[in-house]
């Protein structure tokens, strides 16, 4: 087995992992998906639901002498579209069983009604954050462009936190997305770690549309504490959803907590400067942002200010229902 984080060649080599890289329209760039060659096969994770990601995937399951219909089972890490928006066709298409998170589930059953709940969600945000109207109309088409790349589906075994299937143990680690699922696989050691843990990047807390009645959590909060949690965890080779195999993984969770730290004084200074609505944030953090990402420059701002607040630092108030925090 290699010492360091193994190559391509050689994760197929020692551990029977094919790694599959699918476009995506989005700036974290492509998605890897990964065969596990099993008996029966196993996918983690599926890609965009496009005719390009499907054509790929086909292609590089046969280049292994396979078909979608051989796999036995597709297990995923969260409920983001790059990782799931191909799920939907793949359980109507082929016999492979299902398992993932009990909140991808219910994103997947509900996705019908999900587009326009997740769109109006999405508009009141933009308002609530003091977006001006042009970038609102702006980044309102590309959303209806990208709403497309899910279809609904629905998980045939749900993952909580600590349990097993199919020789993977998951944990439930929120805060990238409230369903992020780390998929250990003692045996093997290895782990599929999705978006939580990533080489090079910081993951974006990005913002959870809440449950009726109820207020939206603290998505950078959530994910500070998952972190933590993650980096006692015993996970090997850790195969990110984007990005390169790496192994050290309390070097990454502590790279990301110190880009995190540096990130949350620049937010910090941005505010005293008299910057006050997410907006401003982050547009002070990301000056060149286009309107079609704006919600990821949100969601990390946002994160922050609430971060802040969390630690005494900053305290939030609405001032004509647009959001604002103010340093204390
Ligand atoms: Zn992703």
Known sequence: MPKTAPSRIELEK???????????????G???????????????DTGLNSEESYGILSERLAEHGLKLNDLGAVLVTHGHRDHVGLLGRLMRETKADSYGHPLVRTL???????????????????????????IKEEANSFYEKFR???EPFDLAHVLEDGE???????????????????????ELGITFVGDHILPGTNPNPTLQQPEPGQSRSKSLVLYQRSLARTRELDLGICLPGHGEPFEDHVAVVDRILERQERRGRQVMKLMKSGKRTPYEISR???????????????????????????CGEAHCC??????????L
């Open 164 to 186: 097993q299937a199919l020789g993977y143990t998951a944990y439930h680690v929120p805060g990238h997305s409230p369903s992020d699922t780390l998929l250990t696989q003692p």
């Open 108 to 134: 997947g059953r509900d996705a019908d009604n999900y587009p326009q709940a997740r769109k109006e969600f999405y508009l009141g945000i933009l308002e609530e954050f003091g977006v001006p109207s042009e």
């Open 148 to 150: 497309t790349f899910s």
């Open 284 to 310: 002070g953090l990301f000056p060149d942002l286009p309107a079609q990402h704006i919600h990821l420059g949100l969601s990390i701002a946002v994160g922050h200010m609430e971060a802040q607040e969390e």
């Open 14 to 28: 020692h551990f029977g992992v094919v790694c599959i890289s699918l476009p995506t329209p989005f700036p974290v």
């Open 318 to 327: 609405h001032v004509d229902g647009i959001l604002q925090y103010q340093p």
């Open 30 to 44: 492509p998605v890897k998906v990964f065969l596990v060659k099993h008996d029966p096969p196993i996918l983690i």
